[in-house]
């Protein structure tokens, strides 16, 4: 059994992690850290998980932990990541981090869109990025995976095959999302707060999401080409979900069933991509590892739609496929 712990394991990623580490064959989970110095039982922060794992919660202690765990998934905020991330590599330890610490490529863009000191810069453009049907063979040969951001899977997971293949031009490339309010992560402030959101849509981080030069510099390797994507995402009275509606203008005579035929093509031997021929929902992915992807023609334009759980395959599901990949395991094992 491979000992898995997670760091900061009181938030909406890790209880999703936990539910699909705990059906897992190949773990067993060994540790679980919180700040919170009372070190509650698993039970009182996750009712869900009651009679599931008798573990308590313990503030980290790197030493220790690195004792317990053969891999770490951390969960927690960027920056409070990275400033661990790098001393449990440093001991041995796997990482599958879920923040946005070592998903730019360098640490200028990353100080620039987040507005704080990298705290291991050194690590910065030489971690593998973890969307498995984009970047197998490099999460294979990892000890330390950034999970992708839950719109970039969004937008990369459709973009990539078609700019790969030269099917759609480099611009524009308009990347419209909605997202569940569990994006948010669940200690959160005023405005994610019921009587703010519920019934009520509304955009945000118009040209100012950080998310923005994660899809560009991603996008980049498929292309070579800088890509300035605009994306909006707004935010909707769903628990969970994203769906995102992204406008492209193909090139030559590239039809809707061309990219259809494409994403089949590039995403044939992938369980977790669905070409729909229908147009695709947040419902029929919810609480799943699936991204649901389909292609329509309008007066000249490509629209695209995916869907995927912003917890799942934008985060916990993706990260387990990720730990999969790196020991060798099909990516499906406790997943399906
Ligand atoms: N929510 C999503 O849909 C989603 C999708 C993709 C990626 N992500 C990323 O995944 C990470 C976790 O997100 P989440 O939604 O699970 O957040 P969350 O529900 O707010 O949980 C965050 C966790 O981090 C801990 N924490 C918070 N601030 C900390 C700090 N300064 N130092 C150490 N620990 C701290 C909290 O634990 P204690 O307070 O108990 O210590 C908690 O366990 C974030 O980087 C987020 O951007 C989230």
Redesign the pocket.
Known sequence: MIRVGIV???????VELLKILLRHPEVTVTAIT???PESPHLSEVHPILRDQLNLNFSLLDIPKFCQQVDVAFC????A??AAIVGQLVDAGVKVID???DYRLNDVETFQQWYGVEHPDSQRVGNVAYGIPELFRSAIRSSDVVA?P??FPSSALIPLAPLLKADLIQTAPIIVDSKTGI???????NLKFHYPECNESISAYGIGTHRHMPEIDQIIKRFCNVDIQTVFTPHLTPMDRGILSTIYVQSKGKASASDIMDCWADFYEDEKFIRVSPDLVATKNVSGTNFCDITARHCRGTIVIVSALD??IK??SGAAVQNFNVMHGLDDTVGML
């Open positions: 900061g394991a009181t938030g909406y990623t890790a919180s700040r919170d969960c927690l905020p960027h409070a990541s879920f923040s946005a999970n951001g839950c569990s994006g948010a992560g669940r200690k959160t912003n917890l934008g985060a």
